[in-house]
């Protein structure tokens, strides 16, 4: 059973334009937390947002996480070619196991 | 300091035989997590160890899969009698263990390819 849906599943845009990934369930989940994982390598933890509503802004990149904590969003302003890889949501719910989407590939072209 | 490492890095091996891959964690991380990753798929929850705890094995997809750990160090997952659907990245997983939702760092995985 898949309990996050991410969307879109793939993502290929031009350098410079701007993107939203979305991360939605029907669950209610204590926290949400995104990473992002590149070719060969394990995810690498971008942010955690744990309140409802919140807003977290890492330099390109803002996280939101829903009012009722079932949803999140990750928007990237002016993308970079350096940004291009697979990002994932996953959802904590109960003691520290994580439900993790099926993952977003963005690609941005030079 | 060093990060989780696994081993070995990439695996082939034939349907019906047994493999076993090796994480070794950040030391000091008491958490443990296996995870699947088919490919250009998420992340599927296979196990998880906490401390002295029980292990949480509600992700193991069948009886085939085992994992122990010894203390708070080195884990292993055994797979036993391959089958072509086992094909994926083996991620594994460490953390502090302090409390939910916290950081998991991740190794970069074994790629096990079942013939």
């Known amino acids: 059973t898949q309990l996050l849906e991410q969307s879109p599943q793939f993502l290929s845009i031009q350098e410079g334009e701007n993107l939203t990934v979305y991360c939605n369930s029907s669950?209610?989940?204590?926290?949400l937390q995104w990473y992002r994982q590149e070719p060969g390598e394990g995810p690498v933890l971008l942010v955690t947002?744990?309140?409802?509503?919140e807003v977290k802004k890492l330099k390109r990149l803002t996280f939101q996480f829903g009012d009722a904590r079932k949803d999140s969003s990750l928007h990237i302003t002016a993308a970079q070619p350096g940004d291009t890889g697979l990002y994932l949501c996953?959802?904590?719910?109960?003691?520290?196991?994580?439900?993790f989407g099926q993952g977003t590939r963005l690609t941005i072209n030079p | 300091g060093a990060g989780v490492s696994q081993s070995p890095s990439n695996k082939v091996t034939e349907k019906g035989k047994d493999v076993e891959l090796r994480c070794d964690p950040i030391?000091?991380?008491?958490?443990l997590y296996w995870y699947r990753q088919r490919l250009g798929q998420g992340l599927e929850f296979l196990i998880y160890?906490?401390?002295?705890?029980?292990?949480?094995k509600s992700g193991l997809p069948s009886d085939r899969f085992s994992a122990e750990r010894t203390g708070e160090s080195v884990s292993t997952l055994t797979i036993q009698r391959t089958q072509q659907e086992d094909s994926a990245v083996y991620l594994c997983?460490?953390?502090?263990?302090?409390?939910?939702?916290?950081?998991?760092?991740f190794g970069p995985g074994t790629r096990l390819l079942v013939l």
């Open positions: 997983a460490s953390s502090l263990g302090l409390a939910y939702g916290e950081t998991q760092y």
């Open positions: 669950s209610v989940f204590s926290s």
């Open positions: 947002v744990v309140t409802g509503g």
């Open positions: 996953a959802g904590g719910k109960g003691a520290q196991k994580l439900v």
């Open positions: 030391s000091g991380h008491t958490a």
């Open positions: 160890f906490q401390g002295n705890s029980a292990p949480d």
